[in-house]
């Protein structure tokens, strides 16, 4: 099957056509990717595209990148990201302003923090004191736990990003396959009345819409984890988001979220994700970010 | 509830556990926070006191804190863990994280209307 990638930005719609693509490539076993329809790609499109791909091969499928239907400037962007690179073509360019793309098929804290500390927030593009920047990390590496946790994705998680010189924006998106945030809390919740109930549910039963899941996993504390589990508050990362002028989208299943200064938006979504992205965009202005216990 | 880290004097290095020389700097998983927690745990339950040194951490994630710490108050009172654990060389702002750590357990192991979670949050899902 022959799939025209269409050029992707970062609103709900462009999200929306990303998923599209996601059903039609699910139900093929060789796909040929045609960039022909595609003036830009945005990280997130760049790693749920590479996912997959690489979910084909892992179905026994083929997979072929027609690169001479890109246009220069994208084929140049995914040259930079290493994104050809991760699909066949030795071609080596400096990163300048790109995250490269990354596959994480195991949880490896070290080269993900290393790839976080070095590729994202390391390079002085927004500017963050030492200790918030650990917080920072400590708070998107929750995203990542929760990925490897949860979501049995069997393409593990990928990371992608860019430095938009021109706006000021720097976007990291993390993106898996697995089952999704929302159909995870539906899972658990499933569990929990039939371990109350003392049997099996009988039927589709479902307790909670997908929205409300997703809501439900971003409350500080809950967590379908057993134990002292706190869940993915993100608290830090929000209140940083909201100072910065930034915004943070999570898209899974057939909800998303949007998160920025003006608040937390749940929403349902027409097409479904299978699986989860995380799409953090920051500003990088001129100002320097610091705690406030930093200040006294 | 309220309930306040105590940081105290470093005292003599063999009696600290270093985190930074098991785990290194970046203290974020569930599975190095299961390695302190199985060190911990035992002396604390034996009575002796722990002392955590966190030089040289520059990353800590709750999922690392909750396993390690938080999950002590499974088999444990806050009164045993808060005389019995103490932290050295903890920046600034790890102490609140800690903090929230332990009171978060503390009402999630001991007030079975909240550790049952998803009961309540089922009744205000209606």
């Keep these: 099957m022959r799939i025209y990638i269409p050029t992707i930005n970062d609103t709900v719609k462009d999200f929306q056509a990303l998923f599209s693509l996601q059903q039609l490539i699910d139900q093929s076993l060789n796909v040929e990717f045609d960039f022909s329809h595609c003036s830009s790609l945005k990280p997130h499109a760049i790693a749920l595209i590479g996912g997959l791909a690489r979910s084909v091969e892992k179905r026994g499928g083929t997979v072929h990148f027609e690169w001479k239907t890109c246009e220069n400037r994208v084929l140049h962007h995914l040259i930079r990201n290493e994104f050809v690179r991760a699909f066949g073509s030795d071609i080596q360019t400096q990163a300048y302003d790109s995250i490269p793309y990354r596959e994480h098929t195991l949880k490896d804290k070290a080269s993900i923090m290393e790839y976080l500390k070095k590729y994202w927030l390391g390079r002085g593009w927004v500017g963050v004191s030492p200790l918030l920047k650990s917080k920072i990390l400590g708070n998107v590496w929750e995203i990542y736990e929760n990925a490897f946790g949860h979501s049995h994705s069997p393409i593990g ?140 | 509830m309220r309930v306040n880290v105590m940081v105290t004097e470093p005292r003599m290095a063999h009696e600290a556990v270093c985190i930074y020389d098991l785990i290194g700097p970046d203290c974020i998983t569930f599975e190095d926070g299961k390695k302190i927690y199985e060190i911990i745990h035992p002396e604390l339950k034996q009575g002796s006191t722990v002392v955590l040194d966190f030089a040289g951490v520059e990353v800590l994630a709750t999922p690392f804190a909750n396993t390690a710490i938080g999950n002590l108050l499974e088999d444990m009172t806050l009164c045993q863990v808060q005389n019995g654990l103490s932290f050295v060389n903890l920046s600034s702002d790890f102490g609140p994280m800690i903090d929230l750590v332990i009171e978060n357990a503390s009402q999630y192991f001991s007030d079975p209307s909240i550790r049952d979670i998803v009961s309540q949050s089922l009744k205000e899902c209606g």
């Design chain 1, 157 to 296: 998680v990928i990371s992608c990003g860019q430095y938009y010189r021109s706006s000021g924006k720097l976007q990291l998106a993390v993106t898996d396959l697995g089952m999704g945030i929302a159909q995870n809390v539906q899972n658990y919740f499933s569990a929990q009345i039939a371990r109350i109930l003392g049997g099996p549910i009988l039927g589709n039963y479902s307790s909670i819409d997908d929205e409300g899941a997703l809501e439900w996993a971003f409350t500080e504390g809950m967590s379908t984890r057993q134990g002292a589990a706190a869940g993915l508050g993100l608290k830090l990362l929000k209140e940083f988001i909201r100072v910065n002028g930034g915004q943070l989208q999570v898209f899974s299943n057939h909800a998303y979220v949007e998160i920025d200064k003006n608040g937390e938006q749940y929403h349902r979504q027409e097409e479904s994700i299978k699986g989860t992205i995380v799409n953090i965009s920051l500003q990088c202005d001129n100002r320097y970010y610091c705690l406030a216990v930093e200040k006294l």
